[in-house]
């Protein structure tokens, strides 16, 4: 069946800007995650929807970033004012549920690039 | 807090041959799974084997296993008979009480002819 997907796959955007990026989960996975990739910090967890509800923003790096969830499917992260350290690699997991146990499924990212 | 180390950040062996990558981590909990995923150049991170912590036996799929010491809180990686294709960067991870994966900082394995 589909994987996750996500778009765009490549985002250049000037300092400053807002940006959205879109994560679609594999069908029937309730749980989704965002982390970021970058070359400094390595890959780091954002935050955690279990259906529409994010238990866990712990990892979201600032007030600019947030992130929504609608109809237990897609979601949308959201950046404002971008600034250059936003720079990274954007992946988008999702899983059956959130326990222990279950595996997350990653998409192939979004590299953002912020000039 | 919770972390996972992975001290070779680049390895290299010639195909067909068997290399093993390394990965410790650090928790209290008993319960938690660890992970090796693959991320080749095309950015997506690709399973390639999970352990249960509960479970005394050593995963296995096809040219991939795990050495699972759990008292030592060591988890390597081992690839036998090296393929072209195995090229890329591997991730150890754990998932433990919270729900979030930890990533260790990755290992480049590249694959000589």
């Known amino acids: 069946g589909a994987g996750v997907s996500q778009s765009p796959s490549n985002k250049v955007t000037e300092k400053g800007k807002d940006v959205e990026l879109r994560c679609d989960p594999i069908s029937g996975h309730t749980a989704l995650y965002w982390y970021r990739q970058s070359l400094g910090q390595g890959l780091e967890f954002l935050i955690y929807?279990?259906?529409?509800?994010?238990?866990?923003k712990s990892g979201l790096p600032s007030d600019r970033f947030s992130a929504e969830r609608t109809g237990g499917s897609v979601s949308t992260l959201t950046i404002q004012r971008t600034q250059q350290e936003d720079s990274a690699v954007y992946l988008c997991?999702?899983?059956?549920?959130?326990?222990?146990?279950?595996?997350?499924?990653f998409g192939p990212g979004t590299r953002l690039l912020v000039l | 807090a919770q972390t996972v180390t992975q001290s070779q950040p680049e390895m290299s062996v010639q195909e067909a041959e068997t290399v093993t990558l390394s990965c410790t981590y650090d928790t209290s909990e008993s319960d938690y799974y660890l992970f090796w995923y693959k991320q080749p150049p095309s950015r997506q991170m690709i399973l390639v084997i999970r352990q249960e912590a509960y479970k005394q036996q050593n995963a296995t799929e096809n040219r991939f296993s795990v050495n699972f010491q759990k008292a030592a809180k060591s988890f390597s990686l081992k690839i036998s008979d090296s393929q072209l294709g195995d090229a890329a960067m591997y991730f150890c991870?754990?998932?433990?009480?919270?729900?979030?994966?930890?990533f260790g900082q990755g290992t480049r394995l590249t694959i000589n002819p």
């Open positions: 929807f279990q259906g529409n509800s994010a238990p866990d």
């Open positions: 997991a999702s899983s059956l549920a959130s326990q222990t146990q279950e595996t997350q499924y």
């Open positions: 991870a754990s998932k433990w009480g919270a729900q979030k994966l930890v």
